[in-house]
């Protein structure tokens, strides 16, 4: 039962990746759904079985630990993921895009040997950037790191941290110089057992509710200095090189959401419900909403599976992330709420899953840059290509 692909140039190895994710995501993760949406928690049990499958060291070096496998495979097995639960989806997604990410391409030897093994097998990662004061304008942020004779002190608060409930590993960015605005921004990691870190609120959403988001509190948190990831006064380049590459993930959540909304629906409409004598999917009506959505769907995969193979290949890929992640959380929004009304009262119902793709799709347009941000780095590179 693979989805129907635009793309025609997976190599085995994406194959099996979107293969196996789906098998796990069908057998593993579906029964939990609706059990973990009420609860707003994850069962922990889907986290451990995620690490045993390898879905959380995507791109990890094998001699680390990892699975090996390229940028892709991690963006298949996100959008696999999606289709069934999105809020599984983003844990993999911060995880993979964000966190082991930084770690491979800035961590040093001794930080990638500490750390690259457990994030492989058993430790799940944060990324901390946001804050009360800064979303959109994240370069403002507040927190700050003084030097110390060992390392590092930090304060301050994070704000949205995605995984806060699960993870023991958090990369913190903080102002390290902060008379240099955000060039004296730096990047960190945190403990989850360092004195000072503790967990001050955890958010009640609208959707992705099994994905647990919290307020971080730093009071006085000594870090060592051999935990700075890369070099002072870099961390906020790190911050958007690494946001980027994350918002093709960001992408791929978003058509596997769309996806699984669309199927969810024309199962129904194409086998169960009958009206006026027939199936309700065989209206022209629906037919030609159901025939718009999917060509959507289709046109933000290859969006996002374009903007994939860019940054694999090392060609500019800024523009491209910043398209897909728009136009998948538009094609989201759109289609997750089409479903819903193509199963009329029972698309509104909580038994089924039709309302929680439509809750669910609403944060492909604010999380990892809003749509305005996309829309305003699509824009600036435009203006710059067409500027005399
Ligand atoms: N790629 C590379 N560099 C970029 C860049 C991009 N897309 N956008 C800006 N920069 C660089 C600029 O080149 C400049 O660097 P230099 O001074 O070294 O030349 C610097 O950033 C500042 O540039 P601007 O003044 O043009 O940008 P700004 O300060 O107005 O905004 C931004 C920059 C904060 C990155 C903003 O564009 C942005 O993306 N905001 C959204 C923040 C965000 O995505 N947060 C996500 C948090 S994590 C998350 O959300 C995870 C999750 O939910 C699952
Ligand atoms: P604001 O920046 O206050 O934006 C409000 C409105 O103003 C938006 O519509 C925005 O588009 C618009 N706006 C702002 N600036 C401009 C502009 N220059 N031009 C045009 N319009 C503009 N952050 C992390 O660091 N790590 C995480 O793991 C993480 N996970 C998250 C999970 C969830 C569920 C949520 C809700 C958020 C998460 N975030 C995380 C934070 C997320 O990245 C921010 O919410 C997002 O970047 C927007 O910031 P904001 O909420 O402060 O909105």
Redesign the pocket.
Same mark, same amino acid.
């Given at each position: 039962d693979v989805a129907p692909t635009p793309i025609t140039h997976f190599s085995e190895t994406e194959v099996a990746m979107a293969e196996a994710v789906q098998k796990f995501a069908n057998d593993v993760i579906l029964p939990k759904v609706r059990e973990m949406d009420e609860a707003e928690e994850m069962d922990p049990t889907i986290v451990e079985q995620l690490f045993e499958q390898g879905i959380m060291g995507v791109e990890i070096p094998e001699e680390y630990g990892g699975a090996g496998m390229n940028f892709t495979a991690a963006i298949v097995g996100i959008e696999e993921l999606a289709r069934v639960d999105p809020s599984v989806s983003?844990m993999v997604d911060?995880h993979n895009t964000?966190v082991n990410t930084a770690v491979i391409r800035w961590g040093s030897e001794a930080l990638k040997k500490k750390y690259l093994p457990k994030l492989a097998t058993n430790t799940v990662g944060?990324?901390?950037? =946001?804050e009360p004061v800064?979303?959109?304008?994240?370069f403002a942020l507040a927190t700050k790191a003084t030097a110390t004779e060992n390392g590092y002190k930090i304060n301050g608060s994070?704000?949205?941290?995605?995984?806060?409930m699960e993870a023991e590993f958090f990369i913190v960015?903080a102002n390290l110089k902060p008379e240099q605005g955000y060039k004296g921004i730096s990047a960190f990691i945190v403990d989850k057992g360092m004195k000072g870190f503790s967990i001050a609120k955890k958010?009640k959403?609208l959707g992705?509710k099994a =994905?647990s988001?919290c307020v971080l509190n730093f009071d006085d948190v000594e870090v060592p200095k051999e935990n700075l990831l890369g070099q002072e006064g870099q961390g906020y380049k790190y911050a958007i090189q690494i946001l980027n590459e994350g918002r093709i993930g960001i992408g791929a959540q978003m058509t596997g959401l769309a996806l699984g909304a669309w199927e969810n629906a024309v199962k129904y409409v194409w086998n169960d419900r009958k009206q006026f004598g027939k199936l309700v999917g065989e209206f022209q009506g629906m037919q030609h909403q159901i025939a718009q959505s999917y060509t959507e769907i289709a046109a933000a995969r290859a969006l996002v599976y374009n903007a994939a193979r860019k940054k694999e290949a090392g060609e500019d890929f800024v523009m491209d992330a910043a398209m897909a992640k728009l136009y998948a959380s538009q094609v989201a929004g759109r289609v997750s709420g089409l479903a819903v009304e193509w199963m009329g009262g029972m698309g509104f119902v909580r038994e089924g899953l039709a309302e929680k793709f439509f809750r669910d799709s609403k944060?492909g347009a604010?999380?990892?840059?809003?749509?305005?941000?996309q829309?305003?780095t699509i824009a600036k590179m435009l203006q710059k290509e067409y500027t005399a």
């Open positions: 983003v911060v964000l944060s990324f901390c950037l =946001s800064s979303g959109s304008d994240a994070k704000m949205w941290i995605t995984n806060s960015f958010e959403k992705i =994905s988001t944060i604010i999380y990892e840059g809003t749509s305005n941000i829309l305003n």
